[in-house]
């Protein structure tokens, strides 16, 4: 009895201290845009979830195709409407590309 009291507490305490924790992980924030068909490798590893090799895959396609639609990147076989909903809103097809991390800093400025 009292062990289970004694992992329930300590369930209790890790589960609080995990909802009051500022996340040690949290996702930078981004502002601008990507134009996919231009952008570099480097550019779109910017974009959350693209790693060196999804970048690369979203490149070879454009290389054969260009994209006619910010859509058309679940063509690509690895991001599915999942992942397209948290990209869409960096996504372009003309311009230039300017996505980049907001340091913390200025987004400290930026808030009232």
Avoid: C
Avoid at 49 to 71: C, H, L, W
């Amino acid at each position: 009895m009292f062990k289970q009291i004694r992992t329930f507490l300590s369930l209790s305490t890790l589960a609080a201290a995990l909802l009051t924790a500022t996340p040690a992980f949290a996702a930078p924030t981004l502002e601008g845009q990507v134009n996919l068909n231009t952008a570099t490798v480097e550019q779109l590893e910017l974009l959350p979830g693209i790693g060196p090799a999804m970048a690369k895959k979203i490149v070879d396609y454009r290389a054969s195709k260009p994209f006619q639609e910010t859509n058309h990147l679940v063509r690509i076989k690895g991001i599915g409407p999942k992942t397209f909903a948290k990209l869409k809103q960096y996504l372009v097809l003309k311009g230039e590309t300017n996505l980049r991390e907001v340091p913390k800093d200025e987004l400290a400025t930026k808030q009232p």
